[in-house]
């Protein structure tokens, strides 16, 4: 009996018209080259012929509309993981949507053409995937794919059904020659640690086998043998498949244990020898570990004095001692930088650097600095109308210039010190807006408030990411408050006091990427001690952190949730001050202005792209209403947060695919919230002080000081070569009495004796749009 393929049928109707095509077209002789690649497409498809019937219409000027899959019994891989083992495509998002508006003038539809000899190379290149990926006997069709024949466009449909995968039922290890088991070959303290090792490696029997999971186990093994001073350590391996089932076979030679024996360097002209030697985390004689050669390439790289570090073992016999070699290239000596950015507070900003690399030798460093925060625009609402107006108004203003010299070594590799004198102009929300400098310039930019000052830090490196600083921070700054009224009527106000504050932070955890991490957890606690050892201005203890979480729910579907905040506690003359009533003596009250001043860069604040999103930055919470003009006959109001002495917070936040995108576009769903507490300390400002605005009744306009705040939103994120673009639309769920009401109108209802409440509230002021770069924690 002979049985004849009805595909078969359908090429043999086809070969008439191929053999008539040049007598009817007026084509060119290679424009049909369509029709033998559709007969050898057709005749060569899998069964069943019927649902394929639409592919006999192709043509050269049929396009791909879309591209699908269809998934029988199960589905392994994610959709955007197969779309990129086929060369045929499909019109991404942004043609798609370009495409939907094809019917206005100017615009035409752009699909990628349609070739059916490519197509079927896809199938055979999504089955050595699957093949690849653990699936011996996977069943890929496409006899679903649809095909418009008005349009002339085709539907892709890819139909998969997986087959049983190959199963990893055993990993056994021996020695080189397989009559022994490799525990033999190790002393008593290495058996304990090859035990725990070899749990971890069992905990993947059981799941699909892949070739990458075979050479993923031989290079840990290897790197774990090489960590424990088998410098030679060699490793062959076996696979034994049983149908689905897979037996695995490592023949493992340590080789002997080694030492290191010699350091070869390389490359260095202007960096002595010794400065290399010191970095390395291991000396001449101490047990070879692969980890430490590694770590010392890694410390290399952060003197920045090279833009090269290799590290690798030349040729030698293989024995009981181990020769390292670093290779590297020297930066540049001296070095310029310099960038330019925008902020809605900060404005134009401009950053400039001068580097001496390896200052007065020795791997130190000298960086001399300058930013310049400046404000422009002064109102990016009036310039970017989208952009908010109730913070922006008040730029906060620097222009700082630094010195930073860096000592890398201070005893210990893992121990490096820093000097850093600086002097910086600012504008301080806090003050007053319209302040007395006696030079044109910087009152124009309403510059308010001087410091000068060292800073001294020393960082321990415990990890890679994880270390512990201490810094010690001592200063002199000036606060121009402008001239005072009431029972002082043009006094000078001015605030001159000294700083010094000891800050004890580090970083802490566990994560699979410290940098962009996915799963693991980070801890940062900070502990700050201001009034000792010096004379200071400001007495206080504050202790503040944050732990953050991050999971996999699958390969695409991420949890991450942060718990962070803070306690404040002021001590001495600042306690004091900070804690007298309302109806304290004028003297009193003026002293608790200025240390309420003093405290502002102390306090806590909530809001922002990467605290509670819905609130501008610092603006959640407490807050009082000011008029920035206020030594002028016009109007000019603004809200200014007051701060509170706690605070604490959570961010829930679940990061999902961009349906439709590829993977560099994220979306993510949100929660944030965040509880502050004034407690007893007085932080309300008088009115009529600073162009703080006074009600009816003369007390100043100011919402509660103890607040909870939540809010909720969703956004997308890009990926880039400098990290996550970010845009969040946030949604403000418990706003206070000022946070719905724009501060002109609040400001037009005072000046009329009417109270603050009956301005109108703003719906649209419950949402906020939140752009950054980066993750949001």
């Known amino acids: 009996m002979i049985v004849v393929s009805s595909h078969l049928i359908i090429a043999l109707l086809f070969v008439p018209l191929f053999v008539s095509a040049p007598h009817v077209s007026q084509r060119s002789s290679h424009s049909g080259w369509w029709l033998p690649a559709l007969i050898f497409l057709v005749a060569l498809a899998p069964a069943p012929a019927i649902g394929q019937a639409p592919l006999q219409l192709v043509n050269d000027e049929t396009t791909v509309s879309e591209i699908s899959f269809r998934f029988v019994e199960g589905q392994t891989f994610e959709e955007s993981r197969l779309r990129e083992e086929i060369a045929t495509t499909a019109p991404g998002f942004w043609a798609s949507f370009r495409n939907t508006f094809s019917f206005l003038p100017g615009l035409k539809q752009q699909s990628p053409s349609f070739d059916p000899l490519t197509l079927q ?86 799941k699909r086998y892949t070739d990458f999971e075979r050479t993923r186990i031989e290079d840990e093994t290897r790197t774990w043998l090489r960590n424990q001073g088998y410098a030679f350590a060699n490793i062959q391996s076996e696979t034994q498949i049983d149908s689905t089932s897979v037996t695995l076979r490592f023949l493992v030679d340590p080789g002997p244990l080694a030492r290191f024996s010699e350091i070869q360097i390389e490359g260095n002209d202007s960096v002595n020898d010794v400065v290399i030697r010191r970095a390395l985390p291991f000396e001449e004689g101490d047990r070879f570990s692969a980890a430490d050669v590694t770590a010392g390439q890694r410390a290399l790289f952060d003197l920045s004095l090279f833009r090269v570090a290799l590290a690798d073992m030349p040729d030698q016999p293989r024995d009981s001692t181990a020769t390292v070699r670093y290779r590297v290239r020297e930066a540049n000596l001296r070095a310029y930088s310099g960038q330019v950015g925008y902020g809605t507070q900060a404005g134009i900003t401009v950053d400039g650097s001068w580097r001496h690399r390896n200052f007065r030798g020795g791997g130190r460093s000298l960086v001399l600095g300058v930013t310049a925060e400046t404000g422009f625009p002064s109102n990016p609402a009036s310039v970017f109308p989208f952009l908010s107006g109730d913070l922006t108004k008040t730029p906060n203003r620097l222009f700082r210039t630094s010195l930073t010299f860096r000592q890398p070594y201070l005893f210990t590799e893992r121990l490096t010190g820093t000097l850093e004198p600086f002097v910086q102009e600012r504008r301080n929300p806090t003050l007053s807006p319209s302040p007395d400098r006696g030079l044109q310039l910087l009152e124009d930019l309403r510059l308010n408030e001087r410091q000068f000052g060292i800073n001294t830090t020393l960082v321990y490196n415990l990890l890679p990411f994880r270390s512990v600083s201490l810094q010690h921070s001592f200063s002199r700054t000036q606060q121009f408050r402008g001239t005072g009224t009431g029972d002082r009527p043009g006094a000078r106000l001015d605030d001159l006091f000294g700083k010094s504050v000891f800050t004890l932070s580090g970083t802490f955890g566990k994560a699979d990427d410290f940098i962009n991490p996915n799963r693991g957890y980070i801890l940062r606690p900070t502990v700050e001690l201001g009034g000792i050892p010096f004379d200071s201005g400001v007495e206080f203890a504050r202790g503040s952190g944050e732990v953050s979480g991050y999971l996999p729910l699958s390969d695409n579907v991420e949890v991450a949730g942060r718990v962070f905040g803070g306690f404040l506690q002021p001590y001495g003359e600042s306690r ?167 501060p002109g109108d609040v400001g037009a209802k005072v000046e009329q004796g009417a109270p603050p409440t009956d301005a109108p509230t703003r719906p649209i002021r419950r949402f906020r749009l939140h752009f950054g770069i980066g993750r949001s924690f």
Do not use: C, M
């Open 121 to 206: 190379k896809d199938v055979v290149r999504l089955r050595q995937f699957y093949q690849k990926n653990g699936f011996p006997r996977p069943s890929i069709d496409y006899p679903a794919s649809q095909l418009d024949t008005t349009d002339n466009r085709i539907h892709v449909i890819f139909t998969i059904q997986e087959g049983p995968p190959r199963i990893l039922r055993e990993v056994t290890f021996r020695t080189a020659d397989g009559t022994q088991p490799l525990t033999d070959q190790l002393d008593a303290p290495r058996t304990r640690k090859w035990r725990q090792f070899q749990k971890e490696t069992d905990t993947r029997k059981g």
């Open 576 to 742: 004091t001050n900070l804690t007298s009533a309302l109806t304290a003596p004028d003297s009193l009250r003026r002293n608790t202005r200025r240390y309420q001043d003093r405290f502002s860069d102390v306090l806590f604040y909530a809001g922002g792209a990467s605290d509670v999103r819905g609130w501008t930055s610092k603006l959640g919470g407490g807050k009082v209403l000011r008029d920035l003009n206020r030594d002028t006959a016009s109007t000019n109001y603004a809200y200014r947060s007051t701060g509170a002495r706690s605070k604490l917070g959570v961010n829930l936040e679940a990061r999902l695919p961009f349906p439709g995108l590829g993977d560099s576009w994220r979306t993510a769903i949100f929660v944030d919230a965040a509880y502050l507490e004034t407690g007893t300390l007085n932080l309300i400002p008088p009115a009529n002080v600073a162009g703080i605005v006074a009600g009816p009744e003369g007390r100043t306009v100011a919402t509660e000081r103890t607040q909870l705040l939540v809010g909720a939103g969703a956004g997308f994120r890009y990926r880039t070569p400098f990290g996550f673009v970010r845009l969040d639309a946030a949604y403000k769920l418990t706003p206070d009495a000022l946070d719905l009401r724009n």
